[in-house]
């Protein structure tokens, strides 16, 4: 086989009838060619709206809920309605024994804050906050550290900013750890900076939970929680009892559905999930099945182009051209013109993708980032033409094998 | 060289069955030159084609060189045509995009020789038959005579046991014909066995040997006083 292969006239055979009728040959490969383009393009999009959709979400807890207080609009127990329920540490405990599938629970505090160094100033968010937040919502730092359990602790008076602080506040290459920021007229160093992303809540500073309680007077409040649910644990559930065992301890009406705010990322998450999969799907399905077309075309082609050869085969047999000779022949040509055309249609759905990226994957509106195919995938495809080839140029060299010598030489 | 014994050969048309060849014997040694005669429908080609192994005999005996050609496989069978047999057709039959030396070169690609080797004995066949110089036409810049010409070279190159030909002048004019015959009594000279199916008179009295078939039987099988060119 192998020698078939490498010899010089195989491939002198098969660019003979090929060239025969040009036309035919490329209108034969466009099928393919077209079908691979589009596998490639549109999973190089889907992949590419992918991307843009989890640089947006970072590395953020994806099965995480935001709670907060907001005010009652139902009577209960004797509180008339437009109460603000507030959130209080020591709720914390109580939620986390009475709420199953709970992996993080996690309080927060924040608020607008002036920032000064030197001459420079200006108003950012800022937020109290644990350890902990780095694993549910994960910083990018670029320099330093985030806040660790001893600043908690010792009631440090260090900060973490944003990128957007960072540039606000020092030079271009000025080192900023170690220094000096006013915060609402108060002294903080700086122990690290981070890279703002797109779903970042809660502020271009971070300060210590604890720190924040005393410099803001908060007490034993909290701005909101935020929950984390352990894997294999509804996200939705969660969000649902959390805000019940919140409403009895505030002595909230059940129904009332107010007095707490959320925002359930794991729901808006599972929503794009479940589009990106069905983009995935009809990518595939649109894809796979274009492909099959272009393959049947090819085979369609070639049925006639053995059926107009008739006479050419039986000539070949009766000289002596064995029945595997003559199919081996027919289906390398049909993976040939498979493979070339599927080489042809990943290189310019490559191109499409590289035009896609340069025209939308710029900037930080971009509507999708790295349009790209895995490698395996080209791979995959490419073994998925030949078999398909193969088998679709099986057809025609069966039948071009089962007409007998004979009637074929008479064939005029 | 060949042997056939009591060779029977029917077709089925529908329903009914078309009985072509009603107990055929017959034996070439080797060197003759045979022409076989008949009418249409006779049964001379079926003869012909069951000889070329290009069709199946339904009972009697087949023997080729000393090989009982029976039940083959249609590997086997292409095998036997390949190295016992040389084909020339009333249409030459030669491939159309290929030129004179690739079809002359054809039937040893399928025997698998190398491509140097091919071209060789491919180019020495051609010059055997004068068509040196055209050895890179194609067929449709060559006469008729040329083309058979082309297709006796083809025949020749696997230097087979057996040269059938099947009206080998039945599309060339009396003086091409001619011309043909003449090489073909040429290489009979040199011991190739021939056989040739004619249905014209002149053709069949320029071989050694004439079997009449009508009706699918022998009428008629006897030597002759060779017609030489």
Same mark, same amino acid.
Request: with cysteine; net charge neutral; aromatic share 10%.
């Given at each position: ?412 | ?8 050969? *029917?077709?089925?048309? @529908?329903? =009914?069955? #078309?009985?072509?060849?009603? %107990? &055929?014997?017959?034996?070439? !040694?080797? $060197? /003759? ?5 008949? *009418?249409?429908?006779? @049964?001379? =080609?079926? #003869?012909?084609?069951?000889? %070329? &192994?290009?069709?199946?005999? !339904?009972? $009697? /005996? ?168």
């Amino acid at each position: 086989m192998f020698k078939f292969l490498i010899d010089k006239d195989t491939w002198q055979e098969l660019r003979e009838s090929l060239t025969k009728n040009k036309l035919r040959t490329v209108i034969t490969m466009i099928g393919v060619w077209w079908g691979i383009l589009l596998l490639i393009g549109l999973l190089g999009s889907a992949k590419g709206i992918e991307n843009k959709f989890s640089v947006q979400f970072g590395d953020y807890a994806t099965n995480s809920v935001f709670i907060w207080g907001q005010s009652t609009s139902k009577a209960f127990k004797g509180y008339q309605e437009g109460r603000r329920p507030r959130l209080k540490f020591s709720h914390l405990e109580k939620i986390k024994n009475q709420v199953k599938g709970i992996k993080f629970l996690l309080p927060r505090n924040a608020r607008d804050v002036q920032v000064v160094r030197g001459v420079q100033y200006d108003n950012f968010g800022l937020s109290g906050d644990f350890p902990l937040l780095d694993q549910i919502q994960k910083k990018n730092l670029i320099s330093g550290r985030f806040i660790n359990q001893l600043d908690v602790e010792d009631n440090k008076k260090v900060a973490v900013i944003s990128d957007d602080v960072y540039k606000q506040l020092f030079d271009i290459d000025e080192k900023a750890i170690g220094e000096f920021i006013k915060i609402n007229e108060i002294n903080y160093k700086v122990i690290g900076v981070f890279e703002q992303g797109d779903f970042d809540f809660g502020g271009e500073l971070h300060i210590p939970f604890t720190t924040f309680q005393n410099v803001y007077n908060q007490g034993d409040n909290i701005g909101w929680i935020t929950v984390t649910g352990e894997d294999g644990y509804n996200i939705r559930q969660i969000e649902n009892d959390v805000k019940l065992v919140l409403k009895n301890l505030n002595y909230v009406h059940p129904d009332d559905n107010r007095a707490f705010g959320s925002f359930n990322l794991g729901e808006l998450f599972e929503r794009f999930e479940g589009f990106l999969m069905g983009m995935q799907f009809l990518t595939w399905f649109v894809g796979i099945a274009t492909l099959i077309a272009g393959v049947f075309a090819i085979g369609n082609i070639l049925l006639i182009t053995v059926k107009e050869r008739t006479k050419e085969i039986g000539i070949r047999r009766a000289i002596g051209a064995t029945p595997f000779e003559i199919k081996r022949q027919i289906v390398l040509e049909s993976i040939f013109l498979t493979i070339i055309a599927g080489i042809f249609g990943i290189i310019s759905g490559g191109w499409i993708l590289i035009a896609m990226d340069s025209a939308f994957g710029n900037g930080p509106d971009s509507v999708l980032i790295n349009a790209s195919v895995p490698i395996l995938v080209v791979f995959i495809s490419v073994i998925i033409l030949v078999v398909f080839g193969t088998l679709i140029g099986l057809i025609p060299a069966n039948r071009a094998t089962s007409i007998k010598p004979i009637d074929a030489l008479r064939e005029e | 060289m060949l042997k056939i014994n009591n060779l029977h050969k *029917s077709y089925k048309m @529908g329903d =009914s069955s #078309l009985h072509v060849l009603k %107990g &055929i014997d017959l034996h070439v !040694d080797k $060197g /003759e030159m045979v022409a076989i005669m008949g *009418s249409s429908g006779s @049964g001379k =080609s079926t #003869l012909l084609n069951i000889i %070329g &192994i290009l069709d199946e005999l !339904d009972s $009697g /005996e087949y023997t080729l060189d000393g090989i009982e050609i029976k039940d083959l496989t249609e590997k086997k069978a292409a095998q036997y045509r390949n190295k016992f047999l040389g084909f020339v057709f009333q249409s030459f039959n030669l491939i159309n995009f290929k030129n004179a030396l690739e079809n002359v070169a054809l039937p040893l690609y399928y025997q698998g020789q190398k491509r140097k080797e091919r071209q060789e004995k491919a180019m020495f066949h051609l010059e055997k038959v004068g068509l040196a110089d055209w050895s890179t036409h194609l067929p449709n810049e060559l006469s008729g005579g040329q083309k058979q010409r082309v297709a006796i070279a083809r025949a020749l190159a696997a230097e087979p046991k057996l040269l059938l030909a099947d009206e080998p002048t039945g599309a060339l004019d009396s003086a091409t014909s001619h011309e043909i015959m003449q090489f073909l009594q040429q290489l009979n000279d040199e011991g190739k066995t021939i056989l040739i199916v004619t249905h014209e008179e002149d053709i069949s009295l320029m071989c050694k040997r004439i079997v009449r078939l009508k009706d699918g039987v022998i009428m008629e099988d006897k030597k002759i006083k060779q017609n030489r060119l």
